[in-house]
């Protein structure tokens, strides 16, 4: 699925730091969705937006973590003062409107140290 | 809570052997995807079911939905090693746009 870019692949933080991981998605494709997979665990949903709204963030923990997705740009997953247990693959997908099939990026693989 | 139930949550199988993962859940959905997920990478779509009693075949791959569209079932005939992967469910909320994934079934194809 290449035409969802997600970046950076990889993120080192160190605790404390902020971590910043950017989505585009495919042309064409209004609605985003941030998940969080930690190893050998499936895709746990963070929040749900479309452009310039969050639609569902009943995901997302409600300190340091926050999202937008503006109206011209890349959709941002932002975790403030990162600590170990944020450590985890972050996934964003895109779906056209009124669709309900996911087309995944590859993923950004944030390891706090 | 998780509302989507997948089993078994691992299989190790030899090369040649078929397999069946189930899907399930109390609630109906208005579709339900399946994705598979290689390690280092994103989730790739398989199939779309939508019709309960719906059944889709890729190759060696067959997806049932359930009649009252709340389970779907996945069976591989004849696995090879290049079927290894997490194979995830997606369910779609009826007139809603949320979707919810289960936790996968890890799945190894020994040559």
């Known amino acids: 699925n290449a035409g969802v870019m997600q970046n950076p692949r990889h993120l080192v933080r160190r605790r404390g730091q902020e971590a910043r991981l950017r989505c585009s998605p495919m042309k064409g494709h209004s609605h985003v969705y941030w998940y969080r997979q930690l190893p050998e665990e499936g895709l746990k949903f963070m929040v749900y937006?479309?452009?310039?709204?969050?639609?569902?963030e009943s995901g997302m923990p409600k300190e340091r973590f926050s999202a937008e997705f503006p109206k011209e740009g890349p959709s941002i997953l932002r975790i403030q003062q990162v600590v170990r247990g944020d450590s985890a693959a972050y996934f964003c997908?895109?779906?056209?409107?009124?669709?309900?099939?996911?087309?995944f990026g590859q993923g950004t693989r944030l390891t706090v140290v | 809570t998780q509302l989507l139930e997948q089993s078994p949550q691992f299989l190790s199988i030899q090369e040649g052997e078929n397999l069946t993962v189930y899907c399930n859940s109390s609630s109906v959905f208005s579709s339900l995807q399946w994705y598979r997920q290689e390690p280092g990478e994103g989730p790739v779509l398989l199939v779309t079911?939508?019709?309960?009693?719906e059944v889709k075949k890729l190759k060696r791959l067959t997806f049932q939905f359930g009649d009252a569209r709340k389970d779907s079932s996945l069976h591989i005939t004849a696995a090879q090693p290049g079927d290894t992967g997490l194979y995830l469910c997606?369910?779609?909320?009826?007139?809603?746009?949320?979707?919810?994934f289960g936790a996968g079934t890890r799945l190894f194809v020994k040559a």
């Open positions: 997606a369910g779609a909320w009826p007139g809603g746009f949320k979707t919810i």
């Open positions: 079911v939508v019709t309960g009693g």
């Open positions: 997908a895109s779906y056209r409107a009124r669709e309900t099939e996911a087309f």
């Open positions: 937006l479309q452009k310039e709204n969050i639609i569902d």
